[in-house]
């Protein structure tokens, strides 16, 4: 049994009867047969379906996110914003996936040399909690668009949203088969994984699980992409806007009560304005308003399940161990964490070598331009960097150096269906969004005719 429960009010919103062996091999069989059919459909006629299904998100968006509210606790204005999100990028690749995929010719010696891009097949995602909504849709509406199908094995908190994805493609008009959410818990991955009918894999989650996949996909040589865990740095130098610095850096830390990949979760400052910015950082944290998910005033939601809430517990206390100071928060009641800023963070705390997913930030400073380089690249994740500077000079010097897969200037963090979103070192490798994204689960086909 897979059980979905409110983590706000501790409620049981539904038992799912997990997926038996032959329920699996029935849903691959009608991904497989579907996508005989699917991929010689055209674009203009997957497009026409992929505009319906951002109809349903736009028209039934109040339903869509009380569901994600519910079963993840995320709060309702941020539910809706992720449904609308849902729904701008079906937009994005129903208009663009045609030409983003169009043959291109290459000058060879032949008489006639180009690439196609052809579907694989049956992709199987594996989707987290945190935006249960938005990391289905990413994947899903441009495998779709390429002409793929798509398995989904959700996490197991958020069964319900999975079942509600499904219902949005089949109200949108997709053929049965198109998108089916399989009904299982991760021991049952492997099982998907290794059927010869599924092609390739997509996992967005913590780095155990995605190392467990990508072996396994290794070991079957299928094409994986991973979308792993984050530890972004939020950079403010002394000449930085402090006042658009500070807006910024709470957003990119507490939005989604600090569960998302790319939050920035290390603030460095310079230590000539790390007094002030401090201080004005603590007071607008100790702002936000904490309540029950479902009323719109509430920016600070509890954690979707309690477990999460105590991980982020253990590394606050564990830094405090190590010299931390708490300036605000600390506490947690159930999987409620209070929003929380520690100051005195060094490199070896939990706060700064760990990925922290919830309301917590650290916060180290820096003297040297050259030191806060160091500071941004001492970790093992790779997803982004913010840079709050009015120096473009540095900004051009700084890149360059930067190891992570983003550099946002002055802005946090973010992901956009037109920009390129994937990570280096333990925060994964391949790329989703923008025509990047299109091109993971396709057949790069050479053709050379002499
Ligand atoms: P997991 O990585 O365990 O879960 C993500 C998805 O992977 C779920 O669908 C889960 O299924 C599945 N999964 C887990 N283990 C395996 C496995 N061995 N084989 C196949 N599939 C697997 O994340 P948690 O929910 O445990 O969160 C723990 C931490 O992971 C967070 O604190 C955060 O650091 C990181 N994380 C990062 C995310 C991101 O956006 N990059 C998103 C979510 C978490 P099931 O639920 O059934 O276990």
């Known amino acids: 049994m897979i059980i979905s429960q409110n983590p706000y009010t501790g409620e049981t919103l539904k038992e799912h009867r997990e997926f038996s062996s032959e329920d699996i091999s029935n849903a691959l069989e009608k991904a497989d047969s579907q996508f005989k059919e699917w991929k010689g459909t055209s674009f203009s006629h997957r497009s026409k379906l992929m505009l319906k299904a951002a109809e349903e998100l736009k028209k039934n968006k109040q339903e869509y996110a009380e569901t994600i509210t519910r079963e993840m606790g995320k709060p309702i204005t941020q539910s809706i914003a992720e449904v609308e999100k849902c729904a701008w990028v079906?937009?994005?690749?129903?208009?663009?996936?045609?030409?983003?995929?169009?043959?291109?010719?290459?000058?060879?010696?032949?008489?006639?040399?180009?690439?196609?891009?052809?579907?694989?097949?049956?992709?199987?995602?594996i989707m987290p909690w945190n935006y249960p909504f938005w990391q289905v849709f990413r994947f899903a509406a441009p495998a779709l668009m390429a002409g793929n199908v798509g398995v989904l094995k959700h996490a197991s908190n958020t069964m319900m949203c999975g079942e509600k994805i499904e219902q949005v493609f089949l109200r949108a008009?997709?053929?049965?088969?198109?998108?089916?959410?399989?009904?299982?818990?991760?021991?049952?991955?492997?099982?998907?994984?290794?059927?010869?009918?599924?092609?390739?894999?997509?996992?967005?989650?913590?780095?155990?699980?995605?190392?467990?996949?990508?072996?396994?996909?290794?070991?079957?040589?299928?094409?994986?992409?991973?979308?792993?865990?984050?530890?972004?740095?939020?950079?403010?130098?002394?000449?930085?806007?402090?006042?658009?610095?500070?807006?910024?850096?709470?957003?990119?830390?507490?939005?989604?009560?600090?569960?998302?990949?790319?939050?920035?979760?290390?603030?460095?400052?310079?230590?000539?304005?790390?007094?002030?910015f401090t201080s004005r950082f603590v007071e607008k944290v100790k702002a936000l308003k904490a309540g029950d998910p479902m009323e719109e005033e509430t920016y600070i939601g509890v954690q979707a399940r309690e477990d999460l809430a105590k991980d982020v517990e253990k590394q606050v206390n564990e830094s405090v161990k190590m010299g931390a100071k708490i300036l605000t928060g600390g506490v947690r009641k159930k999987a409620f964490f209070a929003p929380t800023v520690l100051d005195k963070v060094t490199t070896e705390m939990p706060m700064f070598n760990e990925?922290?997913?919830?309301?917590?930030?650290?916060?180290?400073?820096?003297?040297?331009?050259?030191?806060?380089?160091?500071?941004?690249?001492?970790?093992?994740?790779?997803?982004?960097v913010s840079l709050f500077t009015q120096d473009h000079e540095r900004v051009k010097r700084l890149i360059p150096q930067i190891e992570d897969g983003a550099v946002f200037v002055n802005e946090l963090v973010k992901s956009d269906p037109r920009l390129p979103f994937g990570g280096t070192k333990k925060s994964g490798y391949g790329r989703e969004l923008s025509q990047f994204g299109i091109r993971e689960f396709v057949n790069i086909q050479t053709v050379y005719i002499k």
């Open 90 to 125: 079906c937009e994005y690749y129903a208009e663009r996936a045609e030409k983003q995929l169009a043959a291109e010719k290459i000058d060879t010696d032949a008489k006639e040399s180009y690439v196609n891009y052809s579907p694989l097949g049956v992709v199987l995602a």
């Open 173 to 276: 008009g997709f053929p049965e088969g198109c998108f089916q959410n399989l009904l299982i818990g991760s021991k049952k991955v492997e099982e998907v994984l290794v059927d010869e009918r599924v092609k390739a894999v997509t996992l967005t989650g913590s780095g155990g699980a995605g190392g467990a996949v990508a072996s396994t996909a290794g070991k079957h040589i299928k094409k994986s992409v991973l979308e792993l865990g984050g530890s972004n740095a939020l950079v403010v130098f002394e000449d930085a806007d402090l006042k658009e610095a500070l807006e910024t850096a709470v957003q990119a830390r507490f939005q989604n009560t600090g569960q998302s990949c790319i939050a920035g979760k290390r603030l460095l400052l310079h230590k000539n304005i790390a007094g002030e």
């Open 355 to 384: 990925e922290t997913f919830g309301p917590a930030i650290g916060i180290t400073t820096f003297e040297t331009e050259e030191e806060a380089l160091k500071l941004i690249n001492k970790t093992q994740f790779g997803l982004g």
